[in-house]
């Protein structure tokens, strides 16, 4: 997709307030992805990602900007804290499994994408599959009929649904479970392993129609997709559009610890290190490169600073963008102009037990001042703040909803706000005077 930065942050703002400094600079990163794919491949070898690192306090859209951006060109994106890994030598997680993972999404993200490919042909195989069992089953009621009419009658109706909640016994393949076969390590799955080696194992199971046909559809397209082009073109999507973002970077940037607790931290910095300049990593698909692999870091950075990481990682890292905290004015606009806002959220919710929820513009005004005021006076959880706020405010009406009640409209104002949230206002009042 080669959306112009303009284009990439319009579609950011749709979902995320504010933060367009750092908005800007993704966008700037993804378009030159595209750029670098229009040059010659000797030029593309020289042309590396400038990777970036976010600055601000948790809730303010630091992960959802990358996941977005990721999502916005359906590149492989994985999600990792830094703190889960540990130096070579201790017991944990080393730093190679965040590219073992992002290959692993980048296969289910092309096998998704090509099972949708066969579809059409998978679902006319699955159908032939349950016609014959549906055959097997209602033999008693076929009668004078010929067998191909009785089978096309057969097929018709199970398109029509007229079977779904109709319980069967099949036959499907059993997979065998993944296990860990180091403690912390990876799930590996045996059979994908020696698949080959080993004839599939199938055992008989009782479903109704409807579930067995999901079943049926998933093990037709599989026998359609080619294993090993989905296989190649995941290592290239992975080696050349994958997004590796690092959260809680900030954790690690201890630097000279000898002993305690957090001996290691510079430790994981330097194992780090190599994978964000350039290496190459075994995965159980082959060599993945991760030189032009885009990283992203984040965190809070209140203690330590971005010059507390060593050196050689600072300069990985060229694009610095520091993110704000949300004010009043922020909250407001996540609460009217996100797509799938939170007061939409909680209005569809309660629609099911048939309470008509509506907000009046004074209302919002009202819980965005609240927000704002209590990440001011305890921590600042940014945006998560609003969830907290709202589970409060709706906590009576939530309860009482439910049973066979009418349609009923109920209007959140401000005196309901003030009146709902008193405990917390008056929690934020007292803290003022609080040491």
């Not at 009043?328 to 048939?354: M, R």
Request: hydrophobic share 40%.
């Amino acid at each position: 997709m080669d959306l112009s930065p303009k284009q990439i942050v319009n579609e950011l703002n749709r979902h995320i307030i504010g933060q367009d400094e750092a908005k800007k600079a993704v966008a700037i990163a993804l378009r030159n992805r595209y750029r670098r794919a229009q040059l010659s491949a000797e030029l593309r070898e020289e042309i590396t990602p400038k990777n970036i690192i976010m600055k601000g306090p948790t809730g303010v859209g630091k992960t959802e900007i990358a996941r977005r951006l990721a999502k916005l060109v359906k590149a492989p994106f994985i999600k990792v804290e830094a703190t889960k890994y540990t130096e070579v030598g201790y017991v944990g997680k080393d730093v190679e499994g965040m590219v073992r993972d992002l290959v692993e999404c980048a296969i289910r993200l092309v096998k998704d994408e090509k099972t949708a490919e066969v579809s059409v042909k998978a679902t006319e195989a699955a159908e032939l599959r349950m016609v014959k069992i549906l055959a097997e089953v209602k033999k008693g009621e076929r009668g004078e009929l010929d067998r191909k009419i009785f089978e096309d009658n057969l097929l018709q109706s199970l398109r029509q649904g007229a079977f779904d909640n109709l319980a069967i016994e099949a036959e499907v393949r059993d997979d065998p479970k993944s296990m860990e076969l180091v403690p912390g390590g990876a799930a590996i799955n045996l059979g994908s392993i020696f698949g080959e080696m080993l004839p599939p194992r199938k055992k008989k199971r009782k479903f109704t129609v409807k579930e067995a046909m999901k079943l049926f559809i998933a093990e037709e397209a599989e026998k359609l997709i080619d294993d090993d082009a989905v296989k190649d073109e995941a290592l290239r999507r992975a080696e050349n559009d994958g997004i590796i973002f690092i959260d809680e970077i900030d954790k690690i940037a201890g630097k000279n610890n000898t002993s305690g607790a957090d001996v290691s931290r510079e430790g994981v910095q330097r194992d780090i290190l190599p994978i964000v300049e350039g290496s190459t990593v075994m995965t159980k698909y082959g060599p993945v490169k991760t030189d032009y692999m885009l990283f992203i870091a984040a965190g809070a950075f209140h203690v330590a600073r971005v010059e507390d990481l060593i050196p050689e990682l600072q300069g990985r890292f060229p694009v610095s963008v520091e993110l704000k905290s949300l004010t009043k004015e922020d909250f407001v606009n996540i609460l009217t102009n996100t797509e799938h806002s939170l007061t939409q959220q909680y209005a569809v919710l309660l629609a099911v037990d048939n309470i008509d929820l509506r907000f009046t513009p004074d209302a919002i005004e009202a819980i965005a001042e609240i927000s704002e005021e209590i990440n001011l006076t305890s921590e600042d959880i940014g945006a998560r703040r609003l969830h907290t706020v709202m589970e409060y405010l709706l906590e009576d009406i939530s309860y009482n909803a439910g049973g066979d009640y009418p349609m009923t409209q109920v209007e959140i104002n401000r005196a309901y706000v003030e009146e709902h949230l008193r405990s917390m206002t008056r929690d934020r009042d007292l803290k003022k005077y609080v040491l």
